[in-house]
């Protein structure tokens, strides 16, 4: 069978949420299943990194899809067009798009609905496109993933979709993401962070993300505290750059994009990772901190509970008070303790081989219908 994927979202060193769901699950699928051929759809040039395996023909179809007119023209003129010229049995669409003008059996991964709860989060023209495609995409698909039981029941009830058609596969971390002997953690401060300590924020600087009131909410825990204490942001911002964040307080250092075992360690040394977004199909960083066996400071909504269990310390994400004492409660020693256990146990649950043979079989019960 061929099997086209859309592989927009491989960006070398660029990899966000559904890069990373891409990346770890299709290299894992390609190289289990050689019996099949993989189209690889990319919207520029690809790094050789993303060819997974000798069974995977890379394709590039213009134009770049990065603004909903293009989307239009990508998905349903040169994806089409692709999909008919190299014979694929099936389309895979990781990021929640589809053809509407495709007849072969298509299956989407939406990994959440902010912009229906939350639309003045993104650009109006891109709010709007998503208002009024996704439920399309979500009628036409054979099959639709998504990457928790939040998610699926939201997408279920809002776009009146039968529970059968929506299959769980949750995310998962990389192997990278280890917990340090509290030995290693005393030795390692003094050369990420000067021996400073510091709280961890790792992801795009969305406005869902809740970076204004996290850092207000440390504002007023560094007023309370007589020790020096950090907060360091990893990552960059989505749709342009928020200048008053970076005037928010003192003590916070935005670091930019990192990755690697500089990324891995920034996070294992750590109090706590700090993620108090306000709306999340899933979390990836929350799963990081709890498998680095740090505190995990998260927000009571969505689908952090889901992710995190009682691994958590849990925070009202529109109370800068609650905010502020979960980071106090974050600074503890004895609960370091308490919650690197429970992190450690919670993070067993989920993993990127569970969520590629999740994936594939989806795909394998589709490919057994044609």
Not at 96 to 104: A, P
Not at 106 to 132: C, G, M, R, S
Not at 242 to 253: H, M, N, T
């Amino acid at each position: 069978m061929r099997i086209a994927v859309n592989t927009r979202l491989l960006l070398k060193d660029k990899l966000e949420g559904i890069g990373w769901f891409t990346f770890e699950v299709f290299s894992r699928i390609v190289k289990a299943h050689p019996e099949h051929e993989f189209l690889f759809f990319f919207d520029r040039s690809y790094a050789k990194e993303f060819v997974f395996a000798d069974n995977v023909t890379p394709i590039v179809l213009f134009p770049q899809a990065r603004h909903p007119l293009l989307f239009n023209f990508w998905f349903d003129y040169s994806v089409t067009k692709a999909l008919k010229r190299y014979q694929a049995d099936i389309f895979f669409s990781p990021d929640g798009m589809l053809s509407l003008k495709t007849k072969i059996p298509q299956i989407t991964v939406i990994h959440d609905l902010n912009f229906e709860h939350y639309p003045e989060d993104l650009p109006a023209n891109v709010t709007k496109y998503y208002k009024q495609r996704y439920p399309k995409f979500a009628t036409i698909a054979k099959k639709i993933i998504t990457v928790s039981e939040f998610s699926k029941k939201d997408i279920c009830e809002l776009y009146a979709i039968d529970s059968q058609k929506v299959v769980v596969a949750y995310n998962g971390a990389g192997k990278d993401y280890q917990p340090l002997s509290l030995n290693q953690r005393t030795e390692d401060l003094p050369k990420v962070n000067n021996g400073i300590p510091y709280f961890i924020y790792v992801g795009a600087l969305h406005k869902r993300k809740n970076i204004h009131r996290m850092l207000a909410a440390f504002k007023a825990l560094k007023k309370e505290l007589s020790f020096p204490l950090e907060f360091i942001i990893v990552g960059d911002f989505l749709w342009k750059k928020d200048s008053e964040l970076a005037s928010i307080c003192d003590g916070v250092k935005f670091v930019g994009r990192k990755s690697g075992k500089e990324l891995t360690s920034l996070v294992a040394n750590s109090l706590a990772m700090v993620y108090v977004s306000y709306f999340e199909g899933f979390g990836i960083p929350v799963l990081e901190g709890m498998k680095c066996g740090i505190p995990v400071v998260t927000s009571d909504v969505t689908s952090m509970p889901e992710v995190a269990g009682d691994a958590a310390i849990y925070v009202d994400p529109f109370s800068e008070d609650s905010i502020k004492e979960g980071l106090l409660k974050a600074t503890s020693k004895d609960n370091f303790k308490i919650y690197r256990e429970k992190s450690l146990v919670q993070a067993k649950r989920f993993d990127w081989d569970k969520s590629a043979e999740k994936v594939w079989s989806v795909i394998n019960q589709e490919i057994q219908k044609i």
